[in-house]
Nanobody
Framework: QVQLVESGGGLVQPGGSLTLSCAASGSIFSINAMDWYRQTPRKERELVGTISSGGSTNYADSVKGRFTIARDNAKNTVYLQMNSLKPEDTAIYYC??????????????WGQGTQVTVSS
């Protein structure tokens, strides 16, 4: 069994910064791409950014230059550093990981989500 556990959400003022973490645990053979998504009640879940197993990253246009994704393969953890936060960044943030289990079965896993609120 594999679990993704997110942490680091909270309330921050516009212009502030926040770092989210997502740690994978369980019966893991390898982790491929790891992604961050976000969702609000008014929008469908959208991809914020992704990082490959080799460290290549891609970002949504709305967060380019402000958000940075990094991963620590030794800790099976992905991070989302968010700077210059805006009220429109307010959402529930989810991590997603493409994981091959020790049984060699490969599938996507989701974290439980963490709330980020940007407000003065």
């Amino acid at each position: 069994q594999v679990q993704l556990v997110e942490s680091g959400g909270g309330l921050v003022q516009p212009g502030g910064s926040l770092t989210l973490s997502c740690a994978a645990s369980g019966s893991i053979f390898s982790i491929n791409a790891m992604d961050w998504y976000r969702q609000t009640p008014r929008k469908e879940r959208e991809l914020v950014g992704t990082i490959s197993s080799g460290g290549s990253t891609n970002y949504a246009d709305s967060v380019k230059g402000r958000f940075t994704i990094a991963r620590d393969n030794a800790k099976n953890t992905v991070y989302l550093q968010m700077n210059s936060l805006k009220p429109e960044d307010t959402a529930i943030y989810y991590c997603n990981a493409d994981i091959t289990g020790r049984n060699r079965l490969r599938r996507n896993y989701w974290g439980q989500g963490t709330q980020v609120t940007v407000s003065s």
